[in-house]
Nanobody, 121 residues
Framework: QVQLVESGGGSVHAGGSLRLSCAASGRSMSVMAWFRHAPGTEREFVAAIRQSGGTTYYADSAKGRSTISRDNAKNTVWLQMDSLRPEGTTVYYC????????????????WGQGTQVTVSS
C-alpha cells in the first residue's frame, strides 16, 4: 500500500522560510512533486523531481524561491521555500508517480493528506 506523508507546514511571517517534507512508503517513486491548493482555486503545480538523474521542474512562480530535493534511499522529498509571501498561504500536497505530464495534477496517482502553510504579513 502506497502512502505519502507530509510534514513541515506551519505559520511564518512574510519573508520567512519553511521546509516541507514528504515520505513515501510502499515502493519507490519515479517522480515526486509538490502542489498547492487554496480555497476557490484549482490545485496548482509547484515543483517536481525525478528519481533517476534528479531532474527538477518548477512552476514559474516557484523559481528562485523554492528548491525541491530528494533522498532516494529514504524515498523522501523536500521543498525548501524561502521569501514566503502572504499569498503563499495555502495547503501543500505531495504527489507521486505521474502518468503523463509531470506538471499536471491529473497525472498523479498518489497524494498525501496535505500540510497547511500560513504566511502572515
Amino acid at each position: 500500500q502506497v502512502q505519502l506523508v507530509e510534514s513541515g507546514g506551519g505559520s511564518v511571517h512574510a519573508g520567512g522560510s519553511l521546509r516541507l517534507s514528504c515520505a513515501a512508503s510502499g515502493r519507490s517513486m519515479s517522480v515526486m512533486a509538490w502542489f498547492r491548493h487554496a480555497p476557490g482555486t484549482e490545485r496548482e503545480f509547484v515543483a517536481a523531481i525525478r528519481q533517476s538523474g534528479g531532474t527538477t521542474y518548477y512552476a514559474d512562480s516557484a523559481k528562485g524561491r523554492s528548491t525541491i530535493s530528494r533522498d532516494n534511499a529514504k524515498n523522501t522529498v523536500w521543498l525548501q521555500m524561502d521569501s514566503l509571501r502572504p499569498e503563499g498561504t495555502t495547503v501543500y500536497y505531495c504527489a507521486a508517480d505521474p502518468c503523463g505530464r509531470t506538471k499536471s495534477r491529473y497525472a498523479y496517482k498518489y497524494w498525501g493528506q496535505g500540510t497547511q502553510v500560513t504566511v502572515s504579513s
